[in-house]
């Protein structure tokens, strides 16, 4: 059965930093493509990162671009996303998710196979 679940998500202030991790069973990670998007109420899900089995390339919104950083570590079977100067239009829920097809770094949800069940960032002003 097929794991992935995050962590690290809190509430946090502007400016403020934060490292969320996506640790990953049931699957070889180091032949996936991995994810990280995020969702508010109301809104589709969101593509924030994508990073390639061998860490080689990596992919990101221009939202978040120069902020975020994604990274794996594949003995490790985890993942990470290091944000830092967040903003209040950060505030989300955060998952990750898994691509078993491979190829290009995919930007849409519908692209990914496994998901994780999100953890909730809150960015107060």
């Known amino acids: 059965q097929v794991q992935l679940v995050e962590s690290g998500g809190r509430l946090v202030q502007a400016g403020d930093s934060l490292r969320l991790s996506c640790t990953a069973s049931?699957?070889?990670?180091?032949?996936?493509?991995m994810a990280w998007f995020r969702q508010v109420p109301g809104k589709e899900r969101e593509f924030v990162a994508a990073?390639?089995?061998?860490?080689?390339?990596?992919r990101y919104a221009d939202s978040v671009k120069g902020r975020f950083t994604i990274s794996r570590d594949n003995a490790k079977n985890t993942m990470y996303l290091q944000m830092n100067s967040l903003k209040p239009e950060d505030t989300a829920n955060y998952y990750c998710?898994?691509?078993?097809?491979?190829?290009?770094?995919?930007?849409?949800?519908?692209?990914?196979?496994?998901w994780g069940q999100g953890i909730q960032v809150t960015v107060s002003s």
């Open positions: 049931g699957l070889t990670f180091s032949s996936c493509a």
């Open positions: 998710a898994a691509d078993t097809l491979p190829g290009v770094l995919r930007d849409l949800a519908h692209q990914y196979d496994y």
């Open positions: 990073i390639s089995r061998s860490s080689l390339v990596t």
